[in-house]
């Protein structure tokens, strides 16, 4: 039953931790953690080592004041606060891939503060629209590479490179085609069930999450939601893991067809494409994967995807989360708002903060969904 | 915390009342609605017969917002010998919105303000400011009086009526004299800070310490709170007619300045303003119990 | 109070040149198009040699530097935020880059004296570089509301993005290949969107004019190692200011000799920056540009600020001695002869910028600072935690705890480089204040 | 030797009379439109009650925002002023001489002081203004709640829910407890999240500049009795709230007085 299959995700989610460490045990291999998506997994999965993401708990985090200064975004300050707290006392590693200034002070307070076996920066190029952005970050992978091996002890061979590949691609192949099952009219899943789809995957043993996937896909076709969808919504925003946000937002007659942030499709919508040169294959996929907005210049192409995906899945109206702080998302919100206005999607932008005043968000929410629905149309 | 062991007067208190409006007989009347505001510092119930106001009361909202709504419906039926069940529909509004036990469906102050302008002031209405117990809106609406865009700014009390109490303590003038005494500078101070309650209280503090007059400290109050109103506004983008809603309305000192600011008069309101997100409520409720009975 | 020695003081005497190289270039800027000359618009860290190579008469204006010019005149600066929020971004962003789009927006340009022209010059091309997250999303904005203006503006931007090498480490090539690469293709564009002819002669001067620009600041800076400093912080923003504007002009060349000159002097002579000189102290990122009277405020305790690792490291160019001093960079044997010698000396150069370091390294910035410390003879660090750039408060908190370590007190205060809004003058004395007196110091003048 | 304090703050002014070590007086009052008169009219009745005349005082050291306004002004006429943050190290040490940590929260600032021998300021940090107006927070919720301010602590205690809130801005939090009151959260509960709230920002503020033993804790709201066990579990670690604790910067403003050297 889908149900069981959504309940599992869940669970990985709210026992992540209990997770990672029972597959150490089983495994006997490392875990590393991760902060940003711009970190190559499949040079990680190459190596036999679990990558699982950083991610926070939303509750204000006060042990974080003498290392990040407040005007850094509360993710930042999240994923910090819970390594302080020992939350991730058993990762053996962090590894950072090169994306804003926030989440890099995360990974050096980490590094500077917290007991910690292995680190790790990539130097994952910004020019991703100059042709040699690719060429530098094969490098940058090589270097990754070689410090893996040091560390592990295992030599990192094509056959390793293409497993780690071959894993990625599955799930990101199988997430994908869930998600085609937002596009019909009833959608056959709920944007929160999906948040913790792509959530789980991002915290635990890929191969494991894509047979759960699988079964899920087999699932689907039959299942029907006994919800009426209500507004159709888009979702946009840089890092989005606030589940009571999503459900809150569902349960006020709206469905969430489809979304653009890196908890989102943006993590998985890429697959690596084959090259002789193993490397150089995964460097072009992070090149040329849909951008995170730090990297996304001097054209806007993260914004014309957002624009597709809206059409494609037909959403009526979109939300633009902003996480307090975050400037290279809130440099674009504009723009953003014009394109999809343009292709007649209503916007309504909200201001995440560590805590989400859910009185205040709501009233804004329902008035905008009052006037997608036409409950004025009375008049 | 110790710091109000001695409040020799509350200044910030408002006066609750309720009106019925004279020469209108509810036996008559086709179809009688109810709209419920239970907003985050004042809560305000109207009575509609056949879509025109009836009577209506106001009062502030209470520590538990359900008692808040039974309390204030109660009050504007009192003297009209009506009951509750006499009432056809009655539609929820404002913060507590979901607290209104007896309402049939919600909608939200945004929609019921605009509503509630449309009716007070008429099609003309193109801009609706709403200055509430906490929160500011700007809305857009079309000749219909509907919501065409909106902001909202609650981040901030300041501004608002919650932020007004706050200061009316702060110089000792009771809240409704504020904005008149505000208005009664010779020349206008510069603003204190416009970004927060607590720094403009602050400063506010600060320039009573330094000697200035309580009327000069509350032009420089009032005038940092046009300007955050008029920022606000100028986001939404301001269209004629502007007209304001909510408690804060009735306070000439920011009322004024806005103006001044925008160059561009707010109408005047013929009924009081703090009761659209009410009687935009109303109005709901009757459109919806005509949908409901098939009379539309 | 009683026997505080009081030390002669003296006014520059290239102030008033230092004024009129900053009036005239933001004028030239302005004007021109009437001289048939090419302008352009980029950050303060752009390769500003590069474009150089497209004739004598090429003009730009810096952004960071225009925004800080902003921010002075509070009036204007509030209504560019204004005009920036009504336009519906966010009033958390990098307050510069809401300065330059406040201009825009309001289609006004300010000058060096606060005059407001109306029309905000559009510049022929954007040449940027990247290594904080506004600098390429800053410009691509610009080309957007310039954009709906109907302007298409073109704009190329160097991603130097790849990390600092340790004090004395040299770059790996792929890094620095990486951006050689993209300038080499950021020159073929440059003559595409202008129509110019590339003239790497005129790249060779101003490549080799940056680098002596860029060493003859620090040398300048280093003296104020000198007690009493010949030069207090308040004073060298609008010395410093020239390398951010035009860092690879002769004139700017020109400009550092003679004041690092008259500099030496002031130390031979014992000419102090201020009368009372009791307390030594630096301060680190950019100040609120409005509240500079902070630093009078100051004085009255007998405490001078002397620098700090922005005004030093902005554009000054340093480096390590073997006994881990901090001297001026030594400038190659001889001066670039070709555009390959060129592009790889001006990269080379660059990718040690002090305030760089920060952006992967906090602890190499607390190591530079602490050098300071030392070799500056400081007494205590007035670390301005600023709200209003990232790029240059990312890590600073790591760098007060580092320096907390290292025994150096410091003095932490919010505030915002360009929006005043977030800076709170009255309540920042009042601790800074408390500090002094924690300091044992007492008020000597009112 | 008697010397005095006094301590003229944002709300309160407070007047500590010192007599070789023990407070001889101690009284406050809130303070009026005319400052100097507020602090004038309290430092008089004080000194009548010991029954001493000005002269009989030493020295008297002023602290508080706004200390200025009795510097060598009369009647009260301080010889000198110094900062809170000096008055709070000193008097604390003055009455727990194991003090290394000093936390001081009063009405619109909050204070963490390392505490270095005899007293001395060795490091120290003040709310920046965003985390200003703890003490308007509290009694504009205590208004929205309808219940009395000096009732918040104690109804906090009885609280059986935590509830997470983002309290760096007191304003912020204040909707977000407007929120908690329409969705049916009990007061208890309420007045339990904004303690939490107030506490996990002056809790944060403190850990800058480290929290060592002795721990103690001053200022108007240490007699809130709601705010103590959120502040013990943001610092993990033991509180002192010594008994007058919001005179606690005027007694060490009488203290410095007294150990002045001519």
Not at chain 1, 305 to 328: E, M, S, T, Y
Not at chain 2, 143 to 156: A, I, R, W, Y
Not at chain 3, 298 to 317: A, N
Not at chain 4, 207 to 220: A, P, Q
Request: proline share 5%.
């Amino acid at each position: 039953m889908s149900e069981e299959i959504f309940d599992r995700f869940r669970e990985w989610i709210d026992s992540r931790h209990d997770y990672a460490k029972a597959w150490k045990e089983r495994t006997g291999n490392k875990v590393v953690g991760y902060f940003c998506t711009y970190v190559p997994e499949e040079v990680l999965y190459a190596a036999d080592v679990l990558p699982v993401r950083i991610l926070g708990s939303h509750e204000p985090p006060t042990v974080t004041e003498p290392y990040i200064f407040a005007m850094f975004c509360h993710l930042c300050r999240d994923c910090l606060a819970q390594g302080l707290k020992g939350k991730f006392d058993y990762l053996d590693g962090i590894v950072e891939g090169q994306s804003c200034l926030h989440l890099r002070q995360a990974f050096n307070a980490w590094r500077l503060h917290i007991p910690i076996d292995y680190t790790h920066w990539i130097h994952v190029p910004h020019g991703i629209q100059t042709p040699h952005a690719t060429p530098f970050l094969t490098q940058e992978l090589a270097k990754f590479k070689k410090s893996l091996e040091k560390w592990t002890g295992k030599k990192i061979a094509n056959k390793d490179l293409d497993i780690g590949i071959k894993v990625l691609n599955r799930n990101r192949e199988l997430m994908r085609k869930v998600y085609e099952y937002r596009k019909s009219d009833n959608p056959k899943i709920t944007g929160l069930e999906v948040m913790e789809m792509v959530l789980s995957s991002q915290m635990t043993d890929k191969e494991e999450h894509s047979k759960l996937l699988e079964q899920l896909l087999r699932e689907l076709p039959n299942r029907r939601l006994d919800r009426s969808p209500g507004t159709r919504l888009m979702i946009i925003g840089s890092e989005d893991d606030d589940r009571v946000f999503m459900k809150n937002v569902e349960d006020l007659g709206a469905t969430f067809v489809i979304d653009e942030h890196c908890t989102g499709s943006r993590y998985f919508w890429n697959d690596v494409a084959p090259n002789e040169d193993r490397l150089l294959a995964i460097a072009t996929r992070y090149v040329e994967r849909v951008p995170c907005p730090s990297k996304d210049w001097p054209e806007f192409t993260r914004i014309q995807h957002a624009v597709n995906l809206a059409k494609q899945f037909r959403a009526q109206g979109a939300l633009v989360i902003q996480n307090k702080f975050c400037d290279p998302h809130g440099i674009e919100i504009p723009p953003l708002r014009e394109a999809l206005k343009e292709v007649e999607v209503p916007t309504y932008p909200l201001e995440f903060d560590v805590t989400v005043p859910w009185g205040q968000f709501r009233t804004r929410v329902e008035a905008f969904l009052e006037t997608l629905t036409g409950l004025e149309e009375l008049f | 915390m110790k710091m109000s062991e001695t409040k020799p007067q509350e200044y910030w208190r408002w006066p609750e009342y309720r009106h019925t409006v004279p020469g209108k007989d509810w036996h008559n009347a086709k179809i009688i609605t109810a709209g419920v505001d239970v907003g985050s510092v004042g809560s305000k119930a109207v009575v509609a017969l056949d879509g025109e106001l009836y009577s209506y009361s106001v009062m502030r909202t209470g520590g538990v917002s359900e008692a808040t709504a039974v309390k204030v419906m109660n009050w504007a039926l009192e003297e009209t010998g009506l009951k509750l069940d006499n009432l056809q529909y009655v539609v929820g509004t404002g913060y507590g919105r979901v607290n209104v036990p007896f309402a049939k469906r919600t909608i939200t102050e945004i929609a019921c303000h605009a509503r509630g302008a449309h009716y007070i002031y008429g099609p003309t209405v193109r801009t609706v400011l709403d200055i509430g117990g906490q929160d500011c809106k700007a809305i857009r609406c079309d000749e219909k009086g509907k919501v065409l865009s909106f902001l909202m700014n609650d981040k901030c009390a300041a501004g608002t009526g919650r932020g007004l109490e706050v200061f009316a303590d702060l110089i000792g003038v009771p809240i409704q004299d504020l904005g008149k005494v505000s208005l009664s500078v010779q020349e206008e101070p510069p603003p204190v800070s416009n970004t927060c309650v607590i720094f403009a209280k602050a400063e506010s503090l600060a320039l009573l310490r330094q000697g200035w007059p309580k009327e000069k400290v509350a032009a420089a109050y009032h005038a940092a709170m046009a300007d955050r109103i008029v920022d606000l506004l100028t986001r939404v983008g301001v269209e004629k007619d502007l007209v304001t809603t909510g408690g804060v309305a009735k306070n000439a000192g920011i009322i004024e300045r806005v103006e001044r600011l925008l160059g561009i008069k707010p109408l005047k309101p013929n009924i009081d303003p703090i009761l659209a997100g009410a009687l935009g409520a109303a109005l709901f409720a009757k459109a919806l119990y005509e949908k409901e009975v098939g009379l539309r | 109070m009683t026997q505080n020695k009081e030390y002669p003081t003296e006014l520059l005497k290239c102030w008033n040149e230092a004024k009129n190289l900053r009036k005239s270039y933001y004028e030239d800027y302005l004007r021109a198009h009437e001289k048939g000359g090419v302008r352009w618009a980029g950050g303060a860290w752009a390769f500003s040699s590069i474009p150089a190579g497209l004739g004598e008469d090429v003009y730009c204006v810096t952004g960071e530097p225009y925004g800080a010019t902003i921010a002075f005149f509070k009036d204007f600066a509030a209504r560019c935020h204004d005009a920036v929020e009504a336009a519906g971004f966010p009033r958390t962003l990098c307050a510069y880059m809401r300065n330059y789009w406040g201009s825009l927006l309001l289609d006004k340009f300010v000058l060096s004296d606060g005059t407001v022209v109306e029309g905000a010059p559009i510049p022929d091309f954007i040449w940027q570089d990247h290594i904080c997250c506004s600098h390429g999303k800053w410009y691509q904005v610009v080309k957007w509301l310039e954009k709906k203006k109907g302007k298409e503006v073109p704009m190329y931007c160097v991603d130097v993005s790849v990390g600092y090498p340790g004090p004395n480490e040299k770059v790996e090539d792929y890094k620095v290949n990486y951006i050689i690469q993209q300038l080499n293709d950021g020159i073929d564009w440059l003559e595409k969107v202008t129509g110019r002819e590339y003239d790497d002669k005129l790249l060779c001067e101003a490549v080799w004019n940056e680098m002596k620009a860029t060493s003859v600041w620090a040398e300048i800076c280093s003296l104020n190692k000198a007690v009493p400093t010949p030069l207090d912080e308040k004073t060298m923003y609008s010395l410093y200011v020239m390398g951010t504007l035009m860092k690879h002009r002769p004139e700017c060349v020109a400009f550092y000799e003679t004041l690092r000159d008259e500099v030496k002097d002031r130390v031979k002579r014992g000419i102090a920056a201020t009368p009372y000189e009791k307390f030594r102290v630096i301060t680190d990122t950019q100040p609120p540009w409005g509240f500079l009277k902070i630093f009078r405020e100051m004085e009255k305790y007998g405490v001078v600020s002397l620098g700090s690792l922005y005004t030093f490291g902005l554009i000054g160019m340093w480096e390590f001695k073997t006994d881990g001093t901090w001297v001026p960079k030594t400038l190659p044997k001889k001066k670039p002869q070709t555009r390959e010698e060129a592009l790889r000396a001006i990269v080379e150069w660059t990718l040690h910028k002090p305030e760089w370091a920060h952006f992967y390294k906090p602890e190499l910035k607390t190591q530079m600072i602490k050098n300071i410390v030392d070799q500056w003879k400081v007494d205590a660090v007035l670390l301005h935690y600023n709200r209003g750039c990232e790029g240059l408060s990312v890590h600073i908190a790591e760098n007060r705890l580092g320096l907390l370590e290292a025994g150096v007190p410091v003095f932490p205060f919010e505030g915002n480089m360009g929006d005043e809004r977030e800076f709170d003058f009255a309540g920042t004395m009042a601790r800074l204040t408390a500090f002094f007196e924690s300091m044992g110091l007492k008020k000597i003048t009112e | 030797m008697i010397t005095a304090g006094i301590d003229v703050g944002a709300k309160f002014v407070k007047v500590v009379i010192l007599k070789d070590g023990k407070v001889l007086e101690r009284a406050k009052a809130l303070v009026g439109f005319d400052v100097l008169k507020s602090a004038s009219d309290l430092f008089e009745s004080t000194i009548k009650k010991t029954g001493l005349s000005r002269n009989d005082i030493k020295r008297i050291a002023a602290t508080g925002m706004g200390r200025e306004t009795v510097h060598g002004k009369p009647p009260v006429n301080a010889e000198e002023v110094i900062s809170e943050v000096m008055a709070d190290a000193k008097g604390a040490f003055h009455l727990i001489p194991n003090v290394k940590t000093v936390i001081d929260v009063g009405a619109e600032e909050g204070r963490g002081i390392k505490v270095g021998p005899n007293g001395t300021v060795r490091d120290f940090v003040i709310n920046e203004r965003c985390a200003a107006g703890a003490g308007t927070f509290v009694e504009a919720m205590a208004r929205a709640l309808e219940i009395k301010v000096e009732d918040m602590g104690s109804l906090a205690l009885k609280s059986t829910q935590i509830i997470p809130m983002n309290a760096q801005c007191c304003v912020f939090a204040e909707s977000e407890v407007v929120t908690l009151i329409h969705s049916k959260v009990s007061k208890e509960d309420i007045s339990r999240a904004i303690h939490d709230a107030i506490a996990s920002r002056i809790g944060s503020m403190v850990l800058r500049v480290g929290v060592e033993k002795d721990v103690v804790l001053i200022g108007g709201v240490a007699l809130n009795p709601g705010f103590l066990p959120p502040l013990k579990r943001e610092l993990n670690s033991d509180i002192i709230v010594p008994e007058y604790p919001e005179y606690v910067s005027a007694l060490g403003a009488a203290v410095i007085a007294s150990e002045h050297k001519e």
